[in-house]
């Protein structure tokens, strides 16, 4: 919860319901201090459940009702902006829960809640992959039948929120500049940026594109997946979870999708090592690729959970990327400044702590009340 006003943005509150439908569901509202307003340990049969728990939190608290409510939608098709919520909007996200079956059915329940039960807070769905909406037909396009690309098979690209909020930072900083983006956590992707403008990212049609992941296997050849189908048994559902759930860094290590477990393990398991070294080259030559794609690379950004936490990850990504004028400053990077890059290197690398939940809260004042900061 976020609060607008002459002075600027102020974070309120933050919380959490865990657990939605187990029988160990979690209930917790922080302020922005860290302070408990609530946690409870309970469990939540549904997204009405969670919702009416937290309303209820608010107002036992004495917090004001919410003026709106903004949500993260994963994949927005064809939307090019955050839109109102609507009966039209809704029937959109659900054509398109087929390119999103993981994420888009909780959202719109979430959505359709608040509708329920508190009809005259206006809502703002914030999509994902609205940033990518800009990109060159070029890099929208997969190299199939012309036809599948009007049917919406298309790189649709994800973590835009993120990006926005980076540029936003950024400022003008990032004016005329060729940049690359690497928005690292348990879910990755990078994106290329000219200008203030998208060129190209990673992630394709789903998350599931792209580098590799804490527990997805980013890009693969064609080929595996047809023949896990055909000689293996594997059903569609099987390779789903295959590919979203059990590989990239836990598939490859066998011990975990978490890289500060992988780091504090890599002189003792050579599996940890392993993932962690394809994990780092995966990003190193998308860095590359988009570095061709762009002629060239004035500033690289580190963000997202890895991305901002792990020097020792950012220091083995830019280690063979010198041809592109990439040169960290060791002591700048183990001390997690903003700017981690050598006084001589040509290119500028950053690294941002990303806050999609304040990018939301922008775009949610923007949509409703015309005034966007």
Request: glycine residues 10%; neutral net charge.
């Amino acid at each position: 919860m976020y609060e607008f006003s002459g002075a600027g943005e102020r974070l309120l509150l933050r919380g959490e319901a865990e657990n939605i439908g187990a029988p160990s569901g979690h209930l917790w509202l922080r302020t922005a201090d860290g302070s408990s307003i609530v946690d409870q340990l309970r469990p939540i049969s549904n997204h009405q459940t969670a919702l009416q728990m937290a309303l209820d939190e608010l107002k036992r608290g004495k917090y004001p009702s919410p003026a709106a409510i903004g949500h993260r939608v994963v994949n927005g098709g064809r939307h090019s902006f955050p839109q109102k919520v609507t009966a039209q909007i809704l029937t959109d996200l659900r054509n398109l829960i087929p390119l999103a079956p993981l994420h888009l059915p909780a959202e719109i329940k979430i959505m359709e809640a608040v509708a329920s039960q508190a009809p005259r807070i206006p809502q703002v769905a914030c999509f994902d992959t609205a940033f990518h909406r800009r990109l060159p037909e070029l890099a929208q396009r997969f190299p199939l039948p012309r036809r599948l690309f009007d049917e919406g098979l298309r790189r649709y690209g994800f973590h835009g929120l993120s990006y926005e909020y980076v540029l936003q930072e950024l400022g003008s900083a990032a004016k005329g500049q060729r940049l690359v983006m690497a928005h690292l956590g348990n879910g990755c992707s990078l994106a290329a940026v000219r200008d203030g403008s998208p060129v190209d990212t990673s992630m394709g049609l789903t998350p599931t594109g792209g580098v590799m992941m804490g527990t997805r296997t980013g890009d693969l050849d064609p080929g595996v997946p047809i023949y896990l189908l055909r000689e293996k048994g594997y059903d569609a559902a099987k390779l789903e979870r295959l590919v979203d759930a059990e590989s990239g860094l836990l598939g490859v290590s066998e011990l975990t999708s978490d890289m500060k477990t992988l780091l504090a393990k890599h002189n003792s398991d050579p599996r940890a090592a392993e993932a962690i070294a394809m994990f780092c080259r995966s990003i190193r030559k998308e860095i590359g690729a988009f570095a061709a794609v762009l002629g060239g690379l004035d500033i690289l950004v580190f963000t997202g959970g890895i991305g901002e936490r792990a020097p020792a990850v950012r220091e083995e990504i830019c280690r063979d990327l010198g041809h592109l004028g990439v040169r960290l400053d060791p002591v700048r990077n183990n001390a997690e400044e903003d700017i981690i890059s050598a006084a001589q290197s040509a290119c500028l690398v950053r690294v941002v702590a990303t806050n999609e939940e304040l990018m939301i809260a922008r775009h949610t004042r923007g949509v409703i009340f015309g005034n966007e900061a």
